[in-house]
């Protein structure tokens, strides 16, 4: 129980993290079904968000005036998801026209000799994107 609640735990902030800057996001400038990178008006200037998976960690890049962050949003991850959806909820491969994105992410964990697997997932709406 305390596997699948360390691994729930570190999604749920993961995906809770990517919520939050996608809906401040004015657009996506690209997206794969396994990385995504957006921009987030700020006063401080635009700040250019990506999240992708490395070495089963989903990682948080943050570039704002020529200052780059990068943090580990979650740890055992196994794999994520992006989707895309335009304004009228079709799918799209064009990352760039989604007004919405579904992601999903799969973490793992071995213990003692079994493997525990958890799932979450959002859909996000991008609310400040203009037509």
Request: some cysteine; aromatic content about 8%; overall charge positive.
């Amino acid at each position: 129980v305390n596997t699948y609640r360390d691994l729930h735990s570190e999604a749920r902030y993961g995906i809770d993290l990517f919520t939050r800057d996608l809906r401040a996001s004015d657009g996506i400038t690209s997206g794969t079904t396994n990385s995504i990178t957006f921009t987030v008006p700020l006063a401080a200037g635009t700040q250019t968000v990506s999240y992708n998976l490395s070495s089963n960690e989903f990682i948080r890049t943050a570039l704002l005036a020529g200052t780059t962050n990068s943090t580990v949003v979650a740890r055992n991850v196994e794999s994520v998801q992006f989707d895309y959806y335009l304004r009228d909820n079709t799918s799209t491969s064009n990352s760039t026209m989604a007004f919405n994105v579904h992601a999903r992410v799969t973490c793992s964990k071995g213990v003692a000799g079994v493997q525990k697997v958890d799932f979450i997932h959002t859909r996000t709406l991008l609310r400040n994107k203009h037509s």
